[in-house]
């Protein structure tokens, strides 16, 4: 079963420009992840926000919840080449102690 | 963050055969583990949940004869995919965590099956 559905699918921005990728999930949850795949690889853990949080930074990265939405955004920004990538949402849902997968976004940063 | 270790990290092995792939919680004890499997260009889909020294549950659709999950420790747990055909050739990623922390990957394992 799959909890959160990433938008794009797929996109491809030019370097130094800002991506932003988007989740939406459907049941409470406790916190929400993103998570980074380069192609065949495991994952690398990039931000967890929780649910009573809003915004979260790390670096050029920029996390956002809204909860009454239920929807995420992340946001990279002055992309680089190295950022290409698969990018997945993870949830939690109140109660339960799955962590469940969006379908993710395929990032491409064009040189 | 803490880290967990997953191996091997890739595997080929004939149809009909079983193979084993281990994941270890390095530098915590982990209530719960998780088994997940990704086809290419796709997302991760849950397998299993396992705690340590109970029964597996696993999610719809998922063969639990076939894909056996042992989590004998708060440190290990393992997956064993038996009787491998072709269409189980897969990567397959585990995840470690404790109560109300965030989960913890394996670097994955990629399995051919031929």
């Known amino acids: 079963s799959q909890q959160g559905e990433e938008d794009p699918q797929a996109l491809s921005i030019q370097e130094g420009e800002n991506a932003t990728m988007n989740c939406s999930y459907k049941t409470s949850i406790n916190n929400l992840q993103w998570y980074r795949q380069n192609s065949g690889r495991g994952l690398v853990h990039l931000i967890l926000?929780?649910?009573?949080?809003r915004e979260k930074h790390s670096g050029r990265l920029r996390v956002t919840l809204d909860t009454s939405k239920k929807s995420s955004s992340l946001l990279i920004t002055a992309s680089r080449a190295a950022d290409t990538a698969s990018y997945f949402c993870a949830t939690d849902a109140n109660g339960d102690d799955k962590i469940i997968f969006g379908k993710g976004t395929r990032l491409h940063i064009l040189p | 963050g803490a880290v967990v270790s997953q191996h091997p990290s890739w595997v080929i092995c004939k149809s009909g055969t079983s193979v084993k792939i281990e994941c270890r919680s390095l530098?915590?004890?982990?209530?719960?583990m998780f088994w997940y499997r990704q086809f290419p260009k796709q997302s991760l889909m849950l397998m299993a949940t396992s705690n340590e020294g109970s029964k597996a549950t696993y999610e719809q659709g998922v063969e639990k004869d076939k894909f056996l999950i042992n989590h004998a420790s708060l440190t290990l747990s393992t997956l064993t995919v038996t009787s491998a055909h072709p269409e189980d050739s897969s990567f397959y990623i585990c995840s470690a965590t404790t109560t109300y922390t965030e989960a913890f990957f394996g670097q994955g394992t990629r399995l051919t099956v031929v």
């Open positions: 530098d915590f004890q982990a209530t719960t």
């Open positions: 926000i929780r649910s009573n949080e």
